[in-house]
């Protein structure tokens, strides 16, 4: 017995899958992370088009199987091409991708993750700026229950004015004094913007030119994703 359901997914990417089939690997606003077979997909004359490359934003009805749905019918929910008008646009783009492949997981409904991932990719489409990709991964790590300490030393409980906080450790769990250091060396200026992403005041982080400071924050929200994507691997291999 087949069964069908409707849901609303970004493709995370797509593979070959024999000759005119591809599998597209779905983030679903209610099922989670759904990998599906789009039949003739590859066929000039597709009924799918070119609906299902990553990227893509889209509402779908498909056909539950035992490990790969099928796609039955897709339809564009809103064009997220103007992500591909730039290389820069596109690296961004599969910079959310990748962290959303990263951190979902197979039928397991995310639907904050699936929310983050479509304002992500939709800001970068509409209004790209230094600090939008940087946004989505801290904003990311806040709503995956790691949110960084900002305001405290993490070893010593130093706080400002007394100490300056000139790390970042997130394993440690946040921000270090100058005697605690370890982790990242972070500025005075890539906190405050860290501060203004996760306090309420993104569009503030939004706004700032491409800077010394724009890079230091990218980088330092790559490694805490790459910090926390690892550790996650590491519980989840442990539960299966
Ligand atoms: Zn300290």
Redesign the pocket.
């Known amino acids: 017995m087949s069964e069908l359901y409707r849901d609303s997914g970004v493709v995370l990417r797509t593979y070959k899958l024999r000759e005119a089939d591809r599998i597209v690997v779905l983030l679903t606003a209610a099922n989670g992370k759904v990998r599906a077979v789009a039949k003739g997909v590859r066929k000039t004359r597709s009924k799918f088009g070119a609906r299902l490359e990553p990227m893509s934003h889209v509402r779908v009805l498909l056909v539950r199987g035992r490990e790969l749905d099928i796609v039955s019918q897709a339809e564009s929910v809103e064009p997220l091409s103007p992500m591909l008008s730039s290389l820069d646009r596109a690296s961004q783009g599969l910079a959310v991708l990748e962290a959303a492949e990263q951190l979902s997981l197979e039928r397991e409904p995310n639907p904050d993750l699936y929310r983050m991932v479509v304002g992500a990719m939709r800001a970068i489409a509409e209004r790209p700026a230094p600090l939008t990709v940087a946004g989505f991964y801290w904003k990311l790590l806040a709503s995956e229950g790691m949110r960084p300490e900002l305001d405290m030393?993490?070893?010593?409980?130093?706080t400002e004015p007394e100490?300056a906080f000139v790390a970042f450790d997130l394993g440690e769990g946040g921000v270090?004094?100058?005697?605690?250091?370890s982790g990242h060396p972070m500025s005075a200026e890539a906190l405050e913007a860290v501060r203004d992403i996760l306090g309420g005041r993104l569009a503030k982080a939004l706004a700032m030119e491409e800077s010394a400071v724009t890079h230091e924050v990218s980088l330092l929200a790559t490694h805490a994703l790459e910090y926390h994507v690892e550790r996650r691997m590491r519980t989840v291999a442990m539960f299966e």
């Open positions: 030393c993490v070893r010593c409980g130093g100490v270090l004094c100058r005697s605690c250091r």
